[in-house]
């Protein structure tokens, strides 16, 4: 299993940028599928996007052509590049890991505004 510590979240206004990392810290942290979820309140956590130990990714509708999920092995961190940011998009991240697909492991959330 490993440990994971999410950062970079805070307020933009819409159509603004933000760039969540997450600092994973463990043994073969580079086999683990690593994902990002969000959660609104009262609201289930949702796939926002995964990439694999080689680097295929794949997100969900509503963030597609707007976010982009990457991963340096050397630095065992992903990112997030969310762009286009809309009020919709306000919610508490969480990165995930997993050895076959993400959420065997979580960070601790980092909460993304988006408001004008």
């Known amino acids: 299993q490993v440990s994971l510590v999410d950062s970079g979240g805070g307020l933009v206004q819409p159509g603004g940028s933000l760039r969540l990392s997450c600092a994973a810290s463990?043994?073969?942290?580079?086999?683990?599928?690593m994902g990002w979820y969000r959660q609104v309140p009262g609201k289930a956590r949702e796939l926002v996007a995964t990439?694999?130990?080689?680097?295929?990714?794949n997100y969900a509708d509503s963030v597609k052509d707007r976010y982009t999920i990457s991963r340096d092995h050397s630095k065992n961190t992903v990112y997030l590049q969310m762009d286009k940011l809309m009020p919709s998009d306000t919610a508490v991240y969480y990165c995930?890991?997993?050895?076959?697909?993400?959420?065997?492991?979580w960070g601790q959330g980092t909460q993304v505004t988006v408001s004008s």
């Open positions: 990439i694999t130990e080689d680097g295929r990714t």
């Open positions: 995930t890991a997993g050895t076959i697909y993400p959420g065997d492991s």
């Open positions: 463990g043994n073969r942290v580079r086999f683990y599928v």
